[in-house]
Nanobody, 116 residues
Framework: QVQLVESGGGLVQPGGTLRLSCVAS????????MSWYRQAPEKERELVAS????????NYADSVKGRFTISRDNAKNTVYLQMNSLKPEDTAMYFC?????????WGKGTLVTVSS
């Protein structure tokens, strides 16, 4: 059974930092492209950052470029999202996604709240 478990969310002040983690199990992690999505209240889910299975050049949403960094550790079956210079508009539930061919898996999310 495939599981993606996110952690690292929380309440942080504007300008602060958080590091999200997503640990995958039940799949061959190194084969999967890994992504982070987010969904704010009453908004659609949007792609934040993604990285191919080979760890190539990541892709970022324009709104997070220069502030967020996605990385992966295949030995630990883990993908990270380093979030710096957080803004109130970054407040959302953040979801981990694993994709390989027609296979597509989601975690349950971790909540990030940016507020003073």
């Amino acid at each position: 059974q495939v599981q993606l478990v996110e952690s690292g969310g929380g309440l942080v002040q504007p300008g602060g930092t958080l590091r999200l983690s997503c640990v995958a199990s039940g799949l061959t992690f190194s084969r999967y492209a890994m992504s982070w999505y987010r969904q704010a209240p009453e908004k659609e889910r949007e792609l934040v950052a993604s990285q191919t299975s080979t760890g190539g050049t990541p892709n970022y949403a324009d709104s997070v470029k220069g502030r967020f960094t996605i990385s992966r550790d295949n030995a630990k079956n883990t993908v990270y999202l380093q979030m710096n210079s957080l803004k109130p508009e970054d407040t959302a539930m953040y979801f981990c996604n694993a994709r390989y061919a027609f296979l597509n898996y989601w975690g349950k999310g971790t909540l990030v709240t940016v507020s003073s």
